[in-house]
Structure formats: C-alpha cells, structure tokens
C-alpha cells in the first residue's frame, strides 16, 4: 500500500469455517484488498491447507482463540451446529470493539448460541448473505457469489450502530442489497422462501429413490420433466440443512401446516375435476415468477 492509498476497512479479520460461503466472502476481501490480514480457521487440517493454496490465508489455525486473537472483524461461516462450541472457545481472545457477525441461514439461534459468550464491548451483528449454490468447501466458493443478491442483517436491540454500518458496507462492497431486520422476522420469512423448498425438493427426491426399481430407472432418463430442478436442490449440504431444521422448527412447522392445507386443497380440486380451481392458482402462481424475474433475483 502506497501513502496514498486510502485505509483499508479492516485491520485483521478472522473467518471462521473457510467453505462455500467463508471462502467467497474471503476471495471478495481479498479482489477488494478490505484488509490487511486474513486468519482463516477451520476444523481440519486438510481445509485449512486448502485455503493457503488457493491464496485465502495470511495465517491458519484450528483453534478459534487463537484465530480470533487481535482481529477487528470475526466471521462465522460454519453450519449452525457448531456455533454455541466454537463462540464459547473464542470468547477469551475477543478484544473489545471487536465485531462479530456470521453467515448462518437462521437468525434467531446466532443470538442464543452465541450472545451469551460475547466478552462486554464485543459487538455481535449476526447475519445472512442469502446467496449460495449446492456445492461446498473452500474450492466452491467465488469472489461474485453475493452480487446483486440479498443480505439481511439481524442485529440485537441496542447494537453499536457503527459497527452494524461497517457490516452493512462489507457487503455493500460485495454487490448486496442489505436489510435490517429483526431476526424472528428473518426467519419466518425464509422458512418459506428458502427452507420450504428444499424440504419438499428432499421430499419429492426421496420419494422418486423408494420407487420400485423399473420406475426409478425411468425417473432419471425423463428428468428434464421438472424432476431435475428438484434434485439440484436436494443434492445442498446434509449438515447445513439438518441444522437449518433443526434451529428454525417452530417457524418451519408453521408454513409446513398451511403448506399440507394448501396441498390437501389442490389434492381436492384433482379429484373432483375442478378446473378452474387449478388453472386459478396456476395463474397467480405464473405472477410471482414475474415478480422475482423484475427484481433480478431468477
Ligand atoms: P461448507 O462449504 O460445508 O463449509 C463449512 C465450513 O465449516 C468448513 O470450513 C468446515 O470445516 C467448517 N465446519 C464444519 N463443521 C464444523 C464443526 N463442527 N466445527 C467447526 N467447523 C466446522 O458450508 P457453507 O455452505 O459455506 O455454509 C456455511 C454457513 O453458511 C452455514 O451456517 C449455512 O447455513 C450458511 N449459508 C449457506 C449457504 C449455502 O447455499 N451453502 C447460503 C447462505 C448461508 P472442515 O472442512 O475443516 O471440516
């Protein structure tokens, strides 16, 4: 950096969990040059070298104390599974002033699982760049993942409004349209745009694989059908998705309910020849497309 380069956003930054998304927001800190030291943690060593190949890495460690020690920013980018663990191991080498934030796909359980371990002046701005593919590990991740996507932010009541405004121009800086919002809120809204799909897409994958075997074959050679679509999603992450489950059941429950309704509604209308009733909803269904297509989100 020349004397007349401006300052970069952040002096240390610890990212903690270096796959898919970890490995994006590295690569895109990185293009942008927003700080001057990277630790990247990960739980084994063979991710860990990983990162250092593919040029993710100022240092690496296994041990989130360690990573955390003297950083400006940390990151989460673990499944959620692991957070209560490694925020309680971190804890002790959080200077104050430090922000941590995270990656994960619920909002609610960031705040119970890792507040409570958060030294006083550590400001935790929990967050959800909602942006991914079905892929993981260090290898998947890329710089432009983010652009021209969503971010939400949740941050509890009373957050340090500085620190929630340097997360907000983080991924500003990637290419999203950042949010804030409450976190209950967050994740009743993606239990429907996001969770729900991918159950019913395990679901109708699952149930094609106990088919007998002269119509499994089948399944697959006439899968441009629309059965295709289904398997790309069901073929996301086992863990990430176990633990999306399992951390945002109540809200999931809820939209399951009116799901299994709406289901049981259309079932009727099949039966009983009604037409109309399907061609209707068909219709409205046909708008929405339009609608995600005119805000750049297909
Ligand atoms: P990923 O590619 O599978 O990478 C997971 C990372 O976490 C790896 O570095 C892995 O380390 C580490 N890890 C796994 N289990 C761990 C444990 N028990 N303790 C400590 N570290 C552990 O995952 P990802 O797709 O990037 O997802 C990470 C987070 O982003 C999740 O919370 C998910 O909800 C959220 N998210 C995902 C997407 C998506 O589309 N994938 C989109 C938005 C948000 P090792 O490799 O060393 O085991």
Wanted: proline share 6%; net charge negative; hydrophobic share 40%.
């Amino acid at each position: 950096m020349t004397d007349a380069s401006p300052p970069r956003p952040f002096g240390r930054i610890a990212l903690i969990g270096i796959g898919l998304i970890g490995s994006s927001l590295a690569r895109f800190i990185r293009r942008d040059g927003l700080a001057d030291h990277i630790t990247v943690c990960s739980r084994t060593h063979a991710t860990l070298d990983t990162a250092r190949e593919l040029g993710l890495a100022d240092s690496i460690t296994t041990d989130p104390r360690q990573a955390v020690e003297g950083a400006e920013l940390v990151v989460l980018s673990t499944p959620l599974s692991a957070y209560a663990a490694i925020a309680e191991a971190m804890a002790p080498g959080l200077r104050p002033g430090c922000i941590v934030s995270d990656v994960g796909s619920v909002k609610q359980c960031v705040i119970r699982d890792v507040g409570p371990h958060m030294p006083d002046g550590v400001h935790l701005v929990p967050g959800h760049p909602i942006a991914g593919t079905e892929h993981s590990g260090p290898e998947a991740g890329f710089a432009e993942l983010f652009q021209g996507r969503f971010c939400v932010l949740t941050p509890p009541p009373g957050a340090d409004e500085a620190a929630v405004q340097r997360i907000v121009d983080l991924w500003q800086r990637a290419g999203m349209t950042v949010e804030v919002m409450d976190a209950g809120h967050h994740d009743k809204v993606l239990a429907i745009t996001s969770h729900l799909p991918h159950l019913i897409a395990y679901t109708i994958v699952g149930t094609a694989t106990d088919l007998e075997d002269h119509l499994k074959k089948e399944v697959v050679r006439y899968s441009a059908g629309g059965f295709r679509d289904f398997t790309r999603i069901a073929a996301s992450d086992p863990t990430m998705w176990r633990d999306v489950f399992l951390n945002n059941r109540e809200s999931v429950l809820e939209m399951l309910q009116r799901f299994s309704e709406d289901l049981t509604a259309l079932q009727r209308a099949i039966r009983w020849g009604e037409g109309e009733k399907l061609f209707d909803l068909f219709t409205r269904t046909r708008d929405i497309r339009r609608g995600v297509i005119d805000a750049n989100q297909a």
